[in-house]
Structures are given as C-alpha cells and as structure tokens.
C-alpha cells in the first residue's frame, strides 16, 4: 500500500512535534512517524524561552504552555555551588533577574517540561489536521527529483508501508538515521560529556525553592553533577558526569551508589531517595555541515547537538520547525520557488553555531572549567539570542552589509532580518501587542499615512494582511520602534521575521511590494 502526502516527517520530538504542528496549521498535508509509543515520559528540556512562546503564541497554545507548569513562578534560579547547601562559586540567574526584559516581549518565559509540553503541540498538531503514527518507524528512504519514497514499519504489527512524500524532514535526534544515510558530516567537538540520568522523589525540606525553576550545577569534591527540580512537587532529577576515558562506566551508577550521591549533593545523610528512572545520556556540540540535501531537511538535534548548559537544545528544536513549516508551505502552495527552502540552512545553521558555541563557553564556566574553547565564536548575550538573532539570506532583503548576528533586544531597530519588535497597540479599544497581528501569514505593518498600501496589499498574488496605525491600530511606540515614518511599511514574514521595510512612502506601492515579495519568495 502506497500513501500519499506532502510532508513526511521523521520523529514526534519537539523538533518534529513543531514542523508537524506549524505545517498543519499552515494547511499542508503532514504525517509524522515517531518509533516510540507515546511523546516524551521525562522532563528533559524544561524551559521556554520568549521567542518559543511567541511561535506558541502563534499556535494558540502559549496559555497552556504556561499553565501546565505548575510551579507558582516561571522564574529561573541558577546556582554553581559545592553542594545544594554547600559553598555557592557563582550565582548564574536568581528569580525575577529577567524581568528587565518585558519592554522587549510581551511573552511570559514558559518553565514546563518536555513531558507535558510535547502533549500540548501534538493535541494541536491532530486538531489541527496532522497525523501522526506512534510505533511506527522510517526503515528506509530513496529521493529524487520530484519527492521522497519511505519505507515505514509498525514496530508491534510489523506491517510495513510506502510513503511518497514531496519532501522529508528528519527530526530524529542526534544520532539521526537520516543525516547518517546523506552521509551530512558535522562539525564540532561531537560527544563530550557522559552523564547518568536520575529522577527521583524525596522530601529535600527547603533546599530547593518549589515555586521556580531552581537548577545547580555541582562542582563537588566527589563528583560534578546537574541538580533540578520538576514540574512535580517532590520530583527531581541528579545528573552526575562520569568518565569513559578514565575507565568508569554507566553501569558503575548503581542504585545504592547514587543514593549515596544524593545524599552528599543535597547535605541530607539521611536521605531516602525513591527513584524512578534511571538513564545514561550523552552531552554533545555538533552542528550539520548543511541542513538541506535535495528534498530532506534536518531539524532540532539531528540538524544540532547543543549542550544543555544554556536550554537552548529544545527551543531551537521548536524554532527550526517553525521555519521550516512556513517555507515548505509556501513552495508547495505555489507561492515561492526552491530558492526560498535554501533559506532555512543559511537562517537557521548560523544560530545553531551561535547556541552550539554559546553553550559551549557556558559548560565551561559552570562545570567544565578543563574545556578548551579556542577556535569558537564568543558568546552571545542570552537574551539577544533569544529575541535579538538576525537571518541573513534571500528571504530579507538587507538595508546593510554588517555581519553582526545580534542586536539588542531592548532597543530593537525594527531592520529587515531581525524580528519585528513587540510594540504595545490599541485595536478596538483593547491593549493588544503587534505579535497579535503577526505568525499566521505574510503582514504588512504600514505607519499613519500609510493607506495606499492597502491596496498594494490586496493586488498582490500572495495573502497580506495589512493593518495602517491610525485606522486598524493606535500605537504610540510603533512607528519609532519599526523606524518608520508617516507612510512607511515593513513588510512581516510568517515566521515574525522582518523580511522588507519602506522607512517612508514611496511612488509605486504595488509594483514595489510585488517586486519584493518575487525577490523574498525566489519567484
Ligand atoms: C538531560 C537533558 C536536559 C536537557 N535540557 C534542556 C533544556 O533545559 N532546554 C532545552 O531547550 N533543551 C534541553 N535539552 C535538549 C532537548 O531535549 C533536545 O534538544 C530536544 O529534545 C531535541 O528534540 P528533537 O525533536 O530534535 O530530538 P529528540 O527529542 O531526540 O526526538 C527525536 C525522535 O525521533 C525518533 N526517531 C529516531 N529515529 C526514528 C525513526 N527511524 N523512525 C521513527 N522515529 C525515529 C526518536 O524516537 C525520538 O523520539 C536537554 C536534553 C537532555 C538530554
């Protein structure tokens, strides 16, 4: 039996989960096959930065997102110390220190784990058209010109399956089968940390603060080690490195012997940890020397290994999906040509080498101080990362030549690569934010004065909704914000992206906008 669809993708991890639910809800017909039974059982990336928010804005489940945390504060406390009650070397984060950061969004950071975050995006997904097959694996794949042919296997009934697929994204995970069978190299150190995972219940008194996410890294004499809590009251999750080349070996981690560990890491001799799973991982740094071959995409960790010292794995994850999503949507529907899937490697591959690199010097601050670091990129402020990156590809078209990969999220510019800066508005009387306009399709965002634009939006062969200050919106910030003047427009990709911006009017509004949309979208 042969199915037909327009997307294939391989893996319902948060890379997966995020193409599955923005192409859906961009009307693309997708399956994702996923081999495991069920979406993550484990925290694992716990934590939504604010740009993952607004995608999660975009689909209608930022709400939930938050809600289902049930921590009373979506606050981040992050600890360098000897032990839980030990000497603290650094205070990394306390909660509330990113409260700086709301006249830059108007999203909340979300703190919920991955185990009840997946669940969310995959109700989403389904509603929302998607089908994704648990059990089910990709055996084998061939491409050509015109799509992918896929082999799938249910793993209980060993039913198999053909799928013809016009393109094929591979989530699936570090190890990806799939960049193996391009035979895409990666670059960077590869595996550099073994860890063993725990979680486990225990009664830890006041050690840890319940009310946020309260994360140590333990540079203890016995061991070096992460330290979390969870979403569950009285869940935790220990992670202690250990060292193959010195001979040690995940098997070494016995039950008896990590209760013992965490009774040194929490100062609690007495201790009676239950635990409930435990779980060797690895900590890799490797980015896909490209993310595209033909029609196969990576995305989340098949495309990246980021590590997790910084929390970025997951939310990158989300947001390579998300492009994805948009762009294949959009060259299926006709509206743009190859070129335009060409952008998803030039925008997305340099902000996996910024995470990949960042987490990097991170590691080495606080747990790693042996990490050699020559040769990477600097850091990049966290908090630029998240909301003040830059693309520079075919699909914006630049005002300048500056390679800079940031800019300051507080005093966004508003120029075509970086996001369009979240301005607070007035529509029908209500407080709104222009993010409310944005992630469902192509915006064009004109100043007062700016009326003629509506119509070079309703002329052109591609939907834009067009929204002019002073009639659709009132916005005091707007217009300083965009660096726009009276009769100016920026024109918004899907993704929330500035693609374009006329700072003023200019004479030709529709040949204007039809020429620059045949540039963004390789027509
Ligand atoms: C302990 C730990 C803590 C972390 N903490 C954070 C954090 O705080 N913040 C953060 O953002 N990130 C964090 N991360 C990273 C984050 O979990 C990953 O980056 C993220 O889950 C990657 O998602 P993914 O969908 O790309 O890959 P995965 O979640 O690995 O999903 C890949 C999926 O593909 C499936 N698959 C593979 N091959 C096939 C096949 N042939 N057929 C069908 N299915 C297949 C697998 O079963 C798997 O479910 C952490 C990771 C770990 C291990």
Redesign the pocket.
């Known amino acids: 039996m042969t199915k037909d669809v327009e997307v294939l993708v ?7 989960l995020s193409a599955t639910l923005f192409l859906a809800l961009h009307g693309v017909d997708v399956l994702t ?4 039974a069920s979406t993550a059982i484990h925290p ?4 939504q930065n604010y740009r993952t928010m607004e995608l999660f804005r975009f689909a209608g489940i930022d709400a939930d997102v938050l809600t289902a945390s049930g921590r009373a504060s979506q606050g981040l406390r992050i600890t360098v110390a000897s032990s839980l009650g030990g000497q603290v070397f650094h205070q990394l984060m306390e909660d509330g220190d990113d409260a700086f950061m709301s006249p830059a969004t108007s999203m909340r950071h979300g703190m919920a784990g ?1 185990e009840v975050v997946e669940p969310i995006m995959l109700a989403r997904a389904e509603k929302s058209g998607a089908r994704v097959e648990f059990r ?3 055996v084998s794949f061939e491409t050509d010109e015109d799509g992918v042919t896929a082999l799938l296997r249910h793993r209980d009934t060993g039913e198999e399956t053909t799928v013809r697929a016009r393109y094929l994204v591979a ?4 190890r990806s ?1 799939v960049r193996e069978r391009l035979g895409i190299e990666t670059t960077g150190p590869g595996i550099i940390g073994h860890n063993v ?1 725990v979680v486990f219940e225990a009664d830890l008194g006041d050690r840890l603060k319940p009310a946020v996410t309260d994360l140590y890294y333990l540079q203890n004499p016995e061991f070096t080690a992460g330290f979390c809590n969870t979403d569950i009251p009285g869940r935790f999750v220990f ?1 202690p490195d250990y060292y193959p080349e010195k001979g040690e070996k995940a098997e070494d981690f016995t039950p008896e012997r990590l209760i013992g560990m965490i009774r040194t890491a929490t100062d609690l001799p007495e201790l009676e940890p239950v635990l409930h799973w435990i779980g060797p ?1 690895e900590i890799g740094a490797q980015v896909a020397t490209t993310f595209r071959a033909g029609r196969v995409f990576l ?4 495309a990246k290994i980021t590590p ?1 010292t910084g ?5 990158t ?1 989300v947001g390579d999906g998300h492009d994805l999503a948009w762009k294949l949507a959009a060259v299926l529907r006709g509206e743009a040509g190859d070129g335009l899937l060409d952008t998803y490697d030039a925008e997305r591959r340099p902000i996996a080498t910024m995470i990949v690199d960042t987490s990097l010097h991170n590691m080495k601050q606080r747990l790693r101080p042996d990490l050699d670091v020559s040769g990477l990129t600097p850091p990049a402020d966290p908090y630029a990362a998240m909301l003040g990156f830059r693309y520079a590809s075919t699909a914006v078209l630049a005002e300048d030549d500056s390679d800079e990969r940031t800019e300051n999220p507080l005093e966004p510019t508003g120029r075509p690569g970086f996001r369009a800066p979240d301005v607070a508005i007035g529509v029908d009387g209500t407080d709104r934010s222009t993010v409310d306009l944005l992630g469902h399709g192509w915006v064009l965002l004109a100043a007062s004065g700016g009326e003629a634009w509506r119509s070079a939006a309703a002329d052109s062969y591609v939907e834009i909704a067009c929204h002019v200050e002073g009639t659709d919106f009132t916005g005091p910030g707007f217009a300083v914000r965009y660096g726009l003047e009276p009769g100016g427009a920026t024109l918004v990709r899907p993704d929330g992206m500035v693609a374009w911006r006329a700072k003023g009017p200019v004479e030709d509004p529709v040949g204007t906008l039809r020429d620059v949309l045949a540039r963004v979208l390789s027509r």
């Open positions: 391989v893996g319902a991890g948060l890379g997966g096959v996923e081999r495991h694992r990336a716990s934590g991955q089910t694996e990709l989530a699936d995970g570090g089968p995972g992670s991982w995305a989340g960790d098949a997790p929390g970025q794995g997951g939310n994850a």
